[in-house]
């Protein structure tokens, strides 16, 4: 008896069959059959990857700033907290300031400055200088004044209020001398009530010759604390 030919199955049959046996043995087997082999280098990107199922390990050293990863792609919320170094601390801020007029008051300032005693006012203890309350402790930080000009007030009665007058300290309306400091008892003594204290600062302006400057011939000025201010409450 002649058994009938068997014919070879066409290679779309043969596909179909594999599909549905894949199909049917689920993802194991498909796994087991696809290899990195089967696989053309650079053809999987973003969208073939499941969100959150790469890790650390898949990101490999030789690759990191290679063209295998974007610039710019990974974030810091990659990393775990203290894998990124941090860089050095950067420098202190300028700080704060005020301007004082020739009466001893704060015509404009930053903010946190009030005055304490000034001139020969009140108290009488003031002796010509200006104490201000920074509102904080000035232990850690610096303390910068300078005399600010003023070319609408005629000091010494010349009529000549743009400092070109000739001679030496003929310009009392731009020059003169200025010293600042932080109060500290033992070290700079402060007078006035209530100013003996770290959160005082004494600033006394003197004419060119080192004379205390008189009531109508003031120096107004500048003052600046420098450093942090992050102790001021």
Excluded at 60 to 89: C, E, H, M, Y
Excluded at 131 to 144: H, M, S, W
Excluded at 160 to 182: L, T
Aim: proline share 6%; aromatic share 4%.
């Amino acid at each position: 008896m002649r058994l009938p030919a068997l014919r070879r199955p066409s290679p779309s049959m043969a596909v179909s069959v594999m599909a549905l046996v894949v199909a049917s043995t689920g993802t194991s087997y498909a796994t087991g059959l696809i290899g990195s082999a089967d696989i053309r280098n650079d053809s999987i990107t973003t969208m073939d990857v499941k969100d959150g199922t790469l890790k650390g390990r898949d990101v490999k050293d030789d690759v990191i700033g290679s063209n295998k990863i974007r610039n710019g792609s990974l974030k810091t919320t990659d990393f775990k907290a203290g894998q990124i170094p941090t860089g050095p601390q950067g420098p202190a801020g300028v700080g704060r300031w005020a301007l004082v007029d020739a009466t001893g008051a704060i015509v404009a300032q930053s903010g946190g400055f009030s005055v304490t005693a000034g001139y020969p006012a009140a108290p009488a203890a003031a002796n010509g200088n200006v104490y201000i309350n920074a509102g904080e402790d000035l232990t850690d930080n610096g303390i910068i004044a300078v005399v600010a000009l003023q070319n609408t007030v005629d000091q010494n009665g010349d009529m000549v209020m743009n400092g070109r007058a000739p001679g030496a300290d003929a310009n009392p309306e731009f020059s003169g001398e200025i010293a600042a400091a932080m109060c500290q008892p033992g070290v700079v003594n402060c007078a006035p009530p209530g100013t003996a204290n770290t959160n005082h600062l004494v600033v006394s302006p003197r004419n060119s010759d080192g004379s205390f400057t008189t009531d109508g011939a003031r120096k107004r000025f500048y003052v600046v604390v420098t450093g942090d201010s992050s102790d001021r409450g």
